[in-house]
């Protein structure tokens, strides 16, 4: 009997430009294109393997802290909605075990779904033998729910493109991984599981009246990002990235309910890079929905270091974590179990 297992890496993304807001929720059809770089060493590794052996779909999952285990409720829910999907596409009804291991500990504020999902339709989809097109990957991926993680199939720098039709959002390359060493400071205020969700956020974007302003600068600042990373304009990026982040938190801010994801931490951090800029520094911020900032620089260790020096007397700060840009989505030999 064939063997239907497969074991995929995937990475994580930080967004130079947000998804924020849906056109339709169902199909996780964004309202704007974004754009994002993948990243290196913060990425997923999944196992699925598919038998008559199973008696019922088992999730696992653990990080570099924490060693697999089985996991149940939401989190559960969603993987299998997903192992659903791509056994009806391959006319298979076997159960399926999935391990999967972040290489970074889950829980503390940097998102896992975007790997995770990426590295889970990769693995399950290989395992049944259905051979997507990188394309048609992306898409797959989408549909799982967890709209970053399109992005995630590819290496390097990606946009992602909106459409009303499901066959029209995808996710593309821009630049391989090696076109530009860039980095990304991830500087973690909280610790905590966010209170609210990205999805809660995609729901209430259209209760913002900022919505109609902010899609309608993007398709500028789209293309302004995607200039600056073909000249490898680390200001003209900056500058773009600031502006579509303080963006996306005014219309989180604005929304009915208001959501307000910054701490004290977060607005010092903000400052704090402002002022490095003054001082000749290139580092620009962004954030995602959380109080977390991303500080994005080009690779230099005199950078790295002004900027670790300038956080380390910033009170509320648990940890900083340093990545570079990644590979996308692949195929591993090495099983997980
Ligand atoms: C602010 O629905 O993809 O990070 O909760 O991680 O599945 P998950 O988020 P998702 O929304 C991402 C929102 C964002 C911006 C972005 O990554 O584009």
Partial sequence: MSEFKASALAPSNIAFTKYWGRSNAALTL???????????KLQTHTTVEFSEKFKKD????GDSENPVRNVEGSKRERVIAQL???????????HAKVVSKNSFPTGVGIASSASAF???????????????????????????GSGSATRSIFG??????KSTH?????AMQLENESHWQL???????SAQEKKHSSLEGHGAASTSSYLGSRIKELKARNAIVVQAIRDKDIEALGVEIEKDMYSLHCMAMTSAPPILYWQPATVAILHTVTQLRSQGIKAYSTMDAGPNVHIIFEKNSNTETALRNAMQPIPGIQKIIVDGVGKGARVVDNHLF
């Fill in 156 to 161: 390097g720098f990606v946009k992602w493109k």
């Fill in 30 to 40: 964004p309202l704007n294109d974004s754009i994002s770089m993948s990243l290196d």
């Fill in 183 to 189: 980095q990304d400071m991830v500087v973690l205020v």
């Fill in 58 to 61: 088992e999730v696992h999952i």
């Fill in 166 to 170: 499901s066959n029209g959002s995808f």
């Fill in 118 to 144: 990426a590295a889970l339709t990769l693995a399950a989809s290989n395992a049944l033998n259905l051979h997507f097109s990188p394309k048609e990957l992306s898409i797959q991926t989408r549909l799982a």
């Fill in 84 to 94: 659903e999907r791509l056994r009806v596409l391959a006319h298979n009804s076997m």
